[in-house]
């Protein structure tokens, strides 16, 4: 197919946009929808990247695909610039762990695909961290030094890393100082999804979800291409499991 | 003889249920056991309907900062002669219900039923109370009604939301024909609620069209509903119009007849009412217009979407979060996981040719200049409470004197009856009553003279003055003062002593 170098321009503008700023509204979102060019541009562009673009009411959205994939925010980056200079692999994928338990606190029903709570308290949330990694720690010991040999991080450490941390103390009045506690731990992540623009902060200590965040469960994971994509994804780390 | 259609009893079944269902957390209220101090059970389903009214009525005055403590504040008066509680049992209390109407895990109320409609289990969310604002300096959570909970108030009012507004605007013409104006003033208010609640509620739509249309069944069933809300906006705003009208006709009439009288109350309230009324009539406006765009570009824009299939039923939890720790997935896969959450990639690099750009050298020289400039008014609004500070505890000071009247010594809590007695609760509200007295007590004795250059000297400096000749000693008391619900403080002797 022959583009002009208007259409290319215009393309590669609205990837830009969406690269920053990880959506789009209203102009572009015309330009995206008038032409086939451009928006068979913009998505070429996003798909070399290991993204998705979609299309919600009056906007458009980058996604990162559920993928490993180079093109995606690098480990460093997130570690320096939101859980501190010492940061170890062990904190980020922590975090990830604590991000992921988090969106399926909201989504936990098959009988609506709304989310079925208005916000999350952070103390409910070390609770569901506490039953993720209570079933993490049913595994034998054997099994989970079995995938260690096979990937570089393990889920001991994040056992290990979890449990030191200090359990939440009900009598101190502000869980945000330097100690290291389960609620600090929490809080750098949650400054994280406030900063992602997936969470607010309604106070209290109790977060909800965005409209952006909303927009890319029930648009991305509720999709059923990508939802197939994504069950791939975990079915392949099955699999190399299997063969082992 | 019509026909006995058996299929057709049951229809609609879950949007019955979801309005029955709004009254279960006052029911739930209701099961609450719990006695005053005079072991007499409290009312908890009717504090409860207390309640949703004191928040309605916030909402009509346009109070945004209802807490637990207003909301308890209210309860307290409203039942100080029905139930015998102190402060603190009445703020439980208020936690109570805010809790109850508001479950503090953050699930949303729900209700689980059997649909007679579909015959398969069912159930309905709904939220009564959320989180307005929060206030980080006091770390106070405000509250106000949401959709479903002025539902319920609604609810309890004989008609439905739908046709509040509609409601609202007959009984407003019927009040301004019968010269009611201040009750006028009152539905004008009501209306203003019944357009915000309306607001929300576009907004609320317009969510859902983003991430919800999936089929064209969603599509035409949102084409109603916006189509419905179109129609009904357009109604309204005719019945605005004539509205406006007719104010503006009682205005021109009064207007003549109160010159006869010589008697303006009764046209200044017209004229309020008709700024009010102009006010309320163009936020409506505006959702008219929103309500236009909706029908052209969004769901124009959901039709785009169409192409999209969406799967019926999706729990997170179930797929992604314990999928990963109990096969468990190799760490990693929580990285890929993850990913669709983040941003993407930016690289942030570095010409060398920067080297070659125009420098900026002031920045070497100490602090940049907006510093300074942040700093100087700062400087300024502290120096401007400072000023008022100090005004206020002049004043205080006065009235010590005046309470001490000859005598040689008196207690803070003579002070304050006297306070009370003579300016009224207002004073002992404000915390600079409060800091007045706790300063006395740091800087005891006090006299005229002395002027240590300390933080606090120059705001005290104006109230010494008054003292001409005599000293201060204050020394504390073992006993506690509840002087209003907000401010407790320990009794304290003040000494006045000739030098």
Known sequence: MHYNSEQVMKAFE????????????KEHLQDYLADDAVRGLVDQFARKVDCIVIIAGERLYLVPETKLSPFHVKNDTLKKTYLGSKATNQDLYMMYLAIIVFFGEFYDSYNTIEATRDFLPLQEWVKSIDRQIATLKEHS?????????EYSYNWRSIIEKWEAMDPLKETAKKQTGNTISRMSFLDSVKRFLEDQELAIDLGNNELALTEKAKTIVQRYFMDLEYNRGILEFMYGFDKRKGDT | MFQYRPDEIANGYRERIARLALFDP???LERKTQADNDGKPIDFFGLGLLSLLFFFEQMLIRNRKTGVKELSAYLRQAAKNEINLDANGFENLARTIIHTLRPPHGKRRERKFFNWETKKFDSVQYSILKADSFDVKTNTQYYT????????????KEYFSEFQLS???LILRKQLEKGEFEGALRQINEMRIDVENLQQRIIKIKHEIQRNIISEETYSR?????????YRLKRENEEFKELNLFVKETKERLYYQETEKQEGHTYELVLKISKELEEVHYEHGLLLQESIELKTKALKAAQESLYYMGI??????????ARLVSSPLPLEAARGLAAPFLKVHKEELWSPLTVFAEQRIDEEEGQPVEEAFLSVTDEGENLRKREIQSKNFTKLMKLVIEAVRGRNSITLKEIASYVKETKGENLLQHRSFYDFFIILHQRSPLTPQEMPAEEHSQILDEALALLKG???TVTEEKEILELTDRYSIQNMIIKVEEI
């Open chain 1, 14 to 25: 609205l990837y830009t946009e969406l690269a920053q700023k990880g959506s789009a509204e």
């Open chain 1, 141 to 149: 010991e054997e099994e989970l030094i079995e995938y260690e040999k």
């Open chain 2, 26 to 28: 006052l029911y739930e």
């Open chain 2, 145 to 156: 009604l949401d959709d479903d909970g002025l539902e319920l108030v609604f609810a309890t």
């Open chain 2, 167 to 169: 409601i609202n605007q």
């Open chain 2, 222 to 230: 949102f084409k109603a509903i916006i189509e419905d809300v179109y």
């Open chain 2, 312 to 321: 019926n039923s999706f729990n997170f939890d179930q797929e992604i979060t």
């Open chain 2, 470 to 472: 005599k000293k201060l």
